[in-house]
């Protein structure tokens, strides 16, 4: 959680603990759905 609150952008996976997806500024889907890469592909690139 620290290291979202001093990131520049922060996305959770959709099935991280709830608290971090609340301070996060985006959520992507699960990592089990390649959220990971999901969230670079729709948010970074």
Request: no cysteine; net charge negative; proline share 0%.
């Given at each position: 959680?620290?290291?979202?609150?001093?990131?520049?952008?922060?996305?959770?996976?959709?099935?991280?603990?709830?608290?971090?997806?609340?301070?996060?500024?985006?959520?992507?889907?699960?990592?089990?759905?390649?959220?990971?890469?999901?969230g670079?592909?729709?948010?970074?690139?």
């Amino acid at each position: 959680m620290s290291m979202f609150e001093v990131a520049g952008l922060s996305i959770a996976v959709d099935n991280a603990v709830e608290e971090l997806k609340q301070i996060a500024d985006f959520t992507t889907l699960s990592n089990d759905d390649s959220g990971v890469g999901h969230g670079i592909y729709k948010y970074i690139l």
